[in-house]
């Protein structure tokens, strides 16, 4: 069954065409082409070798337009992967770097990596972390720590 734009006025391809002339960040040019040609009669598979997408994408845009119009083209947030620490855990691995490990009863004075990595997790702070993951949250922190 063919997928075409249905009933696109004058008014639409002309904001459609000043947005092909001036594009945005958050509105590639190809998905705004995808719905012109389409609204010209081009089938689904002769836009996917225009435009260089796969025809399920090219479907996918189209009842994205079709559904919301050209607010349905723009690119949404993706939501990523999520966080392995919470904010209050990396919080306490920047102080606990930041403390003297004598001052926590230990008989050591400057913390490694490892040696920190170690304490975290005896402590509960952490269940598992890496020492490159530890690394990062000191460096990414506002607290600045002397680990070797």
Excluded at 3 to 30: G, M, T
Excluded at 67 to 80: E, I, Q, T, Y
Excluded at 84 to 106: D, E, H, M, V, Y
Aim: with cysteine; net charge positive; aromatic share 4%.
């Amino acid at each position: 069954m063919a997928l075409y734009v249905q009933n696109l006025s004058e008014e639409d391809v002309k904001q459609i065409e000043a947005l092909i002339c001036e594009p945005e960040d958050d509105l590639p040019v190809n998905r705004l082409l995808i719905i012109l040609l389409s609204a010209e009669g081009k089938s689904v598979p002769e836009i996917s070798q225009t435009v260089n997408l796969h025809p399920i994408n090219v479907r996918k845009w189209i009842h994205r337009y079709t559904a919301n119009g050209v607010d349905g083209l723009r690119s949404g947030k993706s939501p990523g992967r999520p966080p392995l620490f919470t904010n209050n855990q990396r919080r306490q691995i920047s102080k606990i770097a930041n403390t003297s490990p004598r001052s926590l009863g230990l008989n050591f004075s400057r913390w490694s990596l490892q040696r920190l990595r170690r304490y975290l997790i005896e402590q509960g702070v952490v269940d598992r972390i890496s020492i490159e993951t530890i690394r990062q949250i000191i460096q990414s922190g506002e607290l600045v720590s002397e680990i070797r």
